[in-house]
């Protein structure tokens, strides 16, 4: 039985194109419609889909002690961001561990939004607020609906004036079928995409006619699952889901370096101070393992937990699998012991119904320059 105590505003809407409303983070989430998934990734890549992921929790922060509270418990340097700028972050604990990833989004002068997973984002916002100038409201009411694909410009451009020169990791404050929302260009795809910042009272309307009037470009609804194809091509993490969180080591806590993780590189330059600096900065080159590609000699993908194998011993486990209807490859992300991290080394994998070989790839295997995503015009 699904255990949720978050409500999305669209849950009528899943219902009728096949979702149970499986639960995320607390959230009724359509993780799949009554559907093929992979006609949903061809959308996506090819033209646009629209998904509700408004399972991601969304945090305000507003007063003149804001920024230093988001200077404190994130990777990054706050105090650059502008109002319409947004950027992605990390959380680590004392240990210099992650522990969630967010998006900082700041709306006015003392105004920002942190948008997280399903970490500890929203504790460790609180824990350090208190008894600071500065109000942390956690908004259940906001949706999320993300519009991804290279058409969906094209379809906001009709509605939305100016949409075109929206930059990567920039939001604006508009209206869109004469409602209120906060547009942003940001997505989990790799693609160029959008997430539109809606009220659940508006949320169904703004659905229904993205649906209604986006049919004709070939846009559609898809599910949250179809989030892991695109994540494996286009490189990135799903908390717990790739971390020890999930795939322990031996007579160790929980908890990768951002070094392991590949994520060093939202720490801005020169920036000391945060929670986990020290630990963080200690941490450099002791990496016990690497978040790897790997293509796999199959035509179906792996399945979660995979094991990996090389030199007759156990080197990673598969921690998101895909296979691509597209480019006709079967690929996932994997955690690798740090001498197999290594492009084109070979590897097998040794499965409960799959057992291939595989090489390890470097990372992303789509848009390696990530020139979709940044896309000006």
């Known amino acids: 039985m699904t255990t949720t105590w978050r409500f999305t505003a669209l849950a009528d809407r899943h219902r009728a194109l096949g979702s149970k409303l499986e639960d995320w983070s607390g959230m009724q989430t359509p993780w799949t ?11 996506i890549r090819t033209k646009a889909g629209l998904m509700d992921v408004s399972g991601l929790k969304k945090v305000h922060l507003v007063g003149p002690h804001a920024l230093a509270v988001l200077d404190y418990v994130t990777t990054r340097d706050v105090s650059k961001i502008y109002p319409g700028k947004s950027v992605y972050a990390c959380m680590l604990n004392e240990r210099g561990h992650f522990t969630d990833d967010c998006i900082i989004y700041r709306t006015g002068p003392n105004s920002w939004m942190l948008v997280h997973g399903s970490g500890s984002g929203h504790e460790e916002i609180t824990k350090q607020a208190a008894g600071r100038n500065v109000a942390v409201l956690f908004d259940d009411d906001l949706h999320d609906l993300s519009l991804q694909g290279p058409l969906a410009v094209d379809f906001l451009a009709k509605y939305v004036p100016g949409i075109r020169d929206l930059k990567y990791f920039h939001h604006i404050q508009t209206t869109l079928f004469g409602v209120p929302v906060m547009i942003s260009r940001t997505g989990y795809t790799g693609e160029r995409g959008y997430e539109i910042f809606v009220r659940g009272q508006d949320a169904p309307l703004v659905w229904d006619t993205i649906v209604a009037e986006g049919a004709e470009m070939g846009i559609i609804p898809c599910c949250f699952s179809v989030l892991d ?13 790739d971390n020890s969180q999930m795939y322990p080591f031996a007579d160790q806590p929980p908890g990768d370096s951002l070094w392991e993780l590949g994520l060093d590189f939202t720490v801005s330059k020169g920036k000391t101070g945060f929670r986990g600096a020290e630990e963080h900065a200690r ?17 179906e993908p792996a399945e979660l937990g995979d094991e990996v194998w090389a030199d ?32 084109g080394t070979p590897l097998e994998v040794k499965g409960k119904t799959l057992q291939v070989k595989a090489i ?14 940044t896309v000006v015009g």
């Open 283 to 299: 941490l450099k080159g002791k990496e016990r393992f690497k978040i790897f590609g790997m293509l796999l000699e199959a035509d």
């Open 360 to 373: 390890a790839h470097t990372l992303p295997f789509d848009d390696p320059e990530k020139k979709k995503r």
């Open 33 to 43: 419609y009554d559907k093929d998934m992979s006609a949903e990734h061809v959308a």
């Open 312 to 343: 007759g011993k156990k080197v990673g486990v598969i921690t998101c699998p895909c296979y691509s209807s597209l480019t006709k490859q079967s690929m996932a992300i994997a955690r690798l012991d740090v001498d197999k991290a290594v492009h």
């Open 229 to 241: 194809m695109l994540r494996v091509e286009s490189y990135l993490l799903f908390y717990p889901y």
